[in-house]
């Protein structure tokens, strides 16, 4: 299974589903969906 890690620095643990408040939420939820595209493609 190909994985791809990454760490946003200084985000608590549920920052993914604060994304309309966070920058870094948004960005971590735009690169699970291209992720998710790709794979599924």
Same mark, same amino acid.
């Given at each position: ?24 939420? +948004? ?9 998710? +595209?790709?794979?599924?493609?």
């Amino acid at each position: 299974v190909q994985v791809t890690h990454t760490n946003y620095d200084g985000m608590v643990h549920a920052f993914f589903q604060l994304s309309p408040l966070s920058d870094a939420g +948004k960005a971590a939820i735009t690169q699970v969906a291209e992720a998710a +595209k790709a794979a599924l493609a």
